[in-house]
């Protein structure tokens, strides 16, 4: 029997860095957690035990800091880049570099009135991530947004879906709707403000969910996606994941009381998953131009 | 050999309640993890598997779904304290009750510019608790802020602790300080305003971190501590423990580059741990006296 | 603008499942946490919340359990099956169906010098877990271990990597090697026996573990990654996911204390991660025909 | 108003060291988290800054290493001893120290029919636990296991329990029994040997367990107790805490099908949770005493 090497890479994970920037008194704090995955010529390590093209993974944990220190930049998309280009260039060996990064979101308290110099609060499970590949060809960024949790209280139902031997879900016109949305962005073009479009994709997202009634998860996905190309010409797609969170309601007629759709058990399984793909139209041609310049929209 | 039962308890946690009320268009989620335990006569189940005092925990639960729909509550210390009287007066073997909860914190989305009627957002691992306890003497409420996660990058410093031969931390005049502050404070008056307490508990322990020119993680407690007494008059005694979530500086001299206190490399162990307990001194003398009525400030 | 949906799925997650059979007087548990995903003709669900072809996820659970009851199966692949022909031959609109398992493993009590009929123990972090996707002109079956946690105290060493300016780690030839290996395997053939192949997966993996003299992750790896393919004629390809659980030893030089290699510090992060894919080469010329008969070992 | 700092300890957390020790070819790998809490004359840094009394927890960390490089020893409660003795020996103004080691289990890898000179499979939820606290009057140990998860079919029932108003749970006489065992038992005797009593108590509650025909889970816990009393002569008292992990029998009459009592719902929340203290009864006299010597069973 023979087998073979067919694919391969390695990185290091969970490199956590956090930098303080001062502008004068102003303090800018930026908590990053950094994963470095290498592609190339490396299997004769695996093969033969041989590491003459290793870079250790403790290097590119120690790149991550140097770069740190040696760069300015204002948001997880321009230091992966960053990374993903040092990686690719500096050694010959390396054929592509994946950088993830996943931002801890600090926010500046409120103190007297207006938001403080140097002191945050965190602790969201909210979480800005960016995925930067780059490769002998292209250069790709993606941004996400990975556990935004929203719920509303009305405007939301369900009805007409399939009824047979398998069903005993009632229909509902008035229920809880909750769901920690995760959505990964793709851009058309790799120079634009990042900081602005990761603002404007949350924005929309939490305005349509104010604002859409909702027959379904499957259709408020859909009005999430058109608000956000509609809002940011540098999405060319724009993909999510929304678990529904169910809210179930507790039957209180088995105690002779009245069911007033108030009263609801939490639940965090099983769990429906809704999962959709929004893009651009006019911009599906070339996908490889698109990267390349902005999107036609 | 002989051997008895000393000590027991039972009863049921994480029931999950979901409440929605609905103030014409404006709607309020209270969403509420609670825990019931019960101590009283149950030693015979223990003993010779005789249930015949045992209230089933799955009854339990449907008592907590029951009492919600029957009641109204603005606050977790008051669905607290309808529990643990429920339990202690519906049944005679019970002689204790203590009540846990644990609220998920859902804050109104900003739409246009004000607080939407029934959409909200949460996902912070910020959370507020209360512990009830009743027997046949005394009702105690407890009230607690879990995991209020804050970082400041400066009027933080660490000097003048004991150097020996253990001893390799040098010392700090500018140090990034954050920490997951978990809170509990006593209260001695079981009918005031539990809302209104929690927020200037909060207020106060973000206004001191805000402004206080730390010496160490203690001095900084104590000031916290100081401040919720001062501007709280219900509350007897507040216990603090604060991890120290280290942000180390990461040594740039090994690659002939200067360090700017800038670069640091966030860790999540091993961490330090300070603790304190900041009473009331002019009510110390006999707090059962004091848990009956309110604290002489 | 224009914007269109171009990929849609949905399902039910976390759907949980203990089975208990009873041969006798010796009992199987079977405790599967259940992933359903489909996809099909839903578009108007997302663009006009028309949810005439939707599949209550509800249903879809009710669906896990009602087959369950209805069928004897032995492995989660068996009921991975089951569940995948049942969506895409009951609905018209499925077109495909994906199944995701992970079984919780419990392992029989040793209970006077043999396992006992009906008590077993569990609390591994290990998981088997498998993955059947089924549309019109394939079935496919892969299966994994996630998370099998493996240390060894010598026989692996780290030499010959890369050494530039970003370089400090020092070379071993004798360190503590930690993992928790992540590895799936796709078969050739989906009616194999599924729980034979799975233990000599586990199997060969331990035993290489124990005999490699490693002169890197990568290398390890690529020697288990062998092992399985010459012991299991019915696999494929297998892939390997095995983060560096480092164990970095604390420097006792700084107080004048001899470093023997016996103190360690264990981390959890940053920490390195090693992939590979292989591949029995003479299966490479066509997958279709592959996935249909067994492999030509 | 006046307040007092009443209580404070402070100390460091998540120490985590791996000793390897090596007898020839048989290497012994120890993995252990330790926590280390100090009380003493450390008021002046909460109320004044002064930090001259403060060992800083970066010392104790080092310490951990320095006093696993300098010992021998075979089990946490030993180590716990050692660092408990450390610091109160060390430091005048340290009254009392609490050291609290986590031990995670690897077990030797089953190779060629015995148990590997130097490789371990780990990644068990169930945790070896101690704590170690020493003040100027006394030596305390108290040992514990965490997460021993076990599961039976069958010999469990649950009936005779309270009917009224507020239940709805059927009566069982056979049930799937599982929990997740969490005991803590205090020696009479801290100079035994903890290595053979932590195998017996484990032994003694999976032996109890399999046997047991349970009435509920009370009546198991006290089983559980008396036999580890009865097994383990040092052993002052022990407690239980005993999650009820309920898997729910899915009703499948709502689909014209029979409940045979072999599919059911495998839930994590809510969980019932039975708590109960065993202690040897003609040990109680003195506990002071006891703890000097060993227990008079």
Redesign the interface.
Same mark, same amino acid.
């Given at each position: 029997? *023979?087998? &073979? #090497?067919? !694919?391969?890479?390695?990185? *290091?994970?969970?490199?956590?860095?956090? *930098? /303080?920037?001062?502008n004068g008194q102003t303090?800018t704090?930026q908590?990053y957690?950094v994963?470095i995955?290498l592609e190339g010529d490396?299997d004769k390590?695996?093969? &033969?035990?041989?590491?003459?093209?290793?870079? &250790?993974?403790?290097?590119?944990?120690?790149?991550v800091?140097?770069l &740190?220190?040696?760069n300015e930049f204002t948001c997880p998309e321009q230091f992966g880049k960053l990374l993903a280009k040092h990686f690719v260039s500096q050694?010959a060996q390396v054929d592509a570099a994946t950088i993830r990064i996943t931002e801890a979101i600090?926010q500046r308290?409120e103190?007297e009135g207006r938001p403080?110099e140097?002191?945050?609060?965190? =602790?969201?499970?909210?979480r800005r991530k960016t995925k930067v590949s780059l490769d002998s060809s292209q250069l790709k960024v993606e941004s996400a947004i990975e556990? #935004?949790?929203? $719920?509303?209280?009305?405007?939301s139902g369900?009805?007409?879906?399939?009824r047979? *031997?398998?069903?005993? $879900?009632p229909e509902t016109t008035d229920r809880?709707f909750a769901t920690?949305i995760d959505c990964t962005w793709t851009y058309c073009d790799s120079e634009c403000d990042f900081n602005q479009t990761y603002a404007l994709v949350r924005e929309e997202i939490?305005?349509t969910?104010?604002?859409h009634n909702?027959?379904? /998860? @499957? @259709?408020t #996905?859909?009005a999430m996606?058109?608000a956000v190309?509609?809002a940011c010409p540098h999405i060319l797609?724009i993909?999510f994941t929304m %678990?529904?969170q169910h809210?179930i309601p507790?039957d $209180?007629s088995?105690?002779n009381?009245e069911n007033?759709?108030?009263?609801?058990?939490?639940?965090?399984? %099983?769990?429906?998953?809704?999962? =959709? !793909?929004? !893009?651009?139209?006019?911009a599906q041609q070339d996908q490889r131009q698109l990267t390349a310049g902005a999107c036609n929209?």
């Open positions: 029997m *023979k087998c &073979a #090497l067919v !694919r391969n890479s390695y990185g *290091k994970s969970a490199v956590r860095l956090s *930098k /303080v920037s001062r303090h704090i908590e957690c994963e995955e490396f390590s695996y093969t &033969a035990g041989d590491n003459s093209t290793i870079v &250790a993974t403790d290097s590119m944990k120690n790149t800091y140097i &740190a220190a040696e050694y600090w308290i103190h403080h140097h002191a945050f609060v965190g =602790g969201s499970n909210e556990a #935004l949790s929203v $719920l509303k209280t009305t405007n369900f009805v007409g879906f399939v047979d *031997k398998y069903t005993t $879900l809880v920690n939490l305005r969910f104010c604002n909702s027959l379904g /998860v @499957q @259709q #996905l859909q996606g058109e190309l509609v797609e993909d %678990p529904n809210r507790f $209180l088995r105690f009381m007033r759709n108030e009263i609801f058990v939490t639940t965090s399984e %099983p769990f429906g998953v809704i999962k =959709g !793909r929004i !893009r651009r139209t006019n929209s």
